[in-house]
């Protein structure tokens, strides 16, 4: 199948870390990625990580990837309240163009 | 530069209106697509157009129709639409079989059909 899953909801204080899970299920994906969504813009990328590698770390990003358990993480350190915002993790396979299956998306609240 | 451009930004229609929404990009790309999301939903893919020719279309109703005139844009135009087809729609762009093939969004057109 091409499920990807995410819990709906984090909830976090200013200064703490964040983990956003996602779990796939294609091993054949390439790339996995994050993207992040603030209220009524568009996709920003964040961060993407080859299935080859175990760990990506990029200032405040640290992505991490159980390949066995098909298990993807975010971490952000030092959450901000601009941190705010809807995370959606996708999986996609290149060769061609990139057809990519996301994840319902992750709501992280960030509250003082 | 990684931008990519859509106007208009909002759009309001009528059901039996005629309007075009618009995607650019200078990035070089030469994989496009259309994506339609729904309040507290993904993106869902609509169309991709690879060397400009149209080469997923994911079941989408004929009331949709995407253009792709030159490697740098991609029209989508809409006739007869419904209200059910009030989203925020997206355009993104990729490389083709470059390492990562990172498709790069717009910031959306929010459509309201009355």
């Known amino acids: 199948g091409e499920d990807v899953e995410q819990s709906l909801f984090l909830s976090v204080r200013e200064g703490d870390s964040s983990v956003i899970n996602c779990t796939y299920t294609d091993s054949s994906s390439t790339y996995l990625y994050w993207y992040k969504q603030e209220p009524g813009a568009g996709l920003q990328l964040l961060t993407y990580i080859f299935s080859n590698m175990d760990m990506k770390q990029d200032q405040r990003l640290t992505v991490l990837l159980n390949k066995k358990d098909k298990h993807l993480s975010l971490r952000i350190a030092d959450t901000q309240t601009g941190d705010s915002a809807i995370y959606f993790c996708a999986e996609g396979r290149s060769g061609g163009y990139n057809k990519l299956i996301f994840g319902a998306g992750t709501r992280l609240a960030v509250h003082p | 530069d990684t931008e990519v451009t859509q106007t208009p930004k909002h759009l309001v229609m009528g059901m039996t209106n005629k309007k075009s929404l618009k995607c650019e990009q200078h990035?070089?790309?030469?994989?496009m697509y259309w994506y339609k999301q729904k309040a507290k939903k993904p993106p869902e893919l609509m169309f991709v157009?690879?060397?400009?020719?149209?080469?997923i279309n994911e079941s989408v109703p004929s009331r949709f129709s995407p253009e792709c005139p030159n490697s740098s844009l991609l029209n989508l135009h809409l006739h007869a639409l419904q209200p059910e087809d009030s989203a925020l729609y997206l355009c993104?762009?990729?490389?083709?079989?470059?390492?990562?093939?990172?498709?790069?969004f717009g910031p959306g057109t929010r459509l309201t059909v009355l």
């Open positions: 990035m070089g790309h030469r994989a």
């Open positions: 993104a762009s990729s490389q083709i079989g470059s390492v990562a093939d990172t498709q790069y």
């Open positions: 157009y690879s060397y400009e020719k149209l080469s």
